[in-house]
Nanobody
Framework: QVQVLESGGGLVQPGGSLRLSCAVS????????MGWYRQAPGKAREWVAS???????NYADSVKGRFTVSRDNAKNTVFLQMNSLQPEDTAVYYC??????WGQGTQVTVSS
């Protein structure tokens, strides 16, 4: 059974930064495609960024240049570094492993 656990959310002022973490249990993490998604109130969940097992990354246009996804295979963990945060980034952020397993989400609120 794969378990996914996000952490690192919180309240930050516009222009600030946060680093989210996603710890994944189970084997084969090093080859797993990992994804970050977010869901704002009243909106559908949207894809934010992905990282493949070989380290290749992709980003939604809305976060490109501000967010960076990375992984530490030794720790079965993927990160999302979020810089220049804006109020429209406010959402619950979810981690997805293998295209199948979801975490419970972590709240990110950008407000002055």
């Amino acid at each position: 059974q794969v378990q996914v656990l996000e952490s690192g959310g919180g309240l930050v002022q516009p222009g600030g930064s946060l680093r989210l973490s996603c710890a994944v249990s189970g084997s084969a993490f090093s080859i797993a495609k990992m994804g970050w998604y977010r869901q704002a109130p009243g909106k559908a969940r949207e894809w934010v960024a992905s990282i493949l097992g070989d380290g290749n990354t992709n980003y939604a246009d809305s976060v490109k240049g501000r967010f960076t996804v990375s992984r530490d295979n030794a720790k079965n963990t993927v990160f999302l570094q979020m810089n220049s945060l804006q109020p429209e980034d406010t959402a619950v952020y979810y981690c997805n492993a293998f295209g199948t397993y979801w975490g419970q989400g972590t709240q990110v609120t950008v407000s002055s």
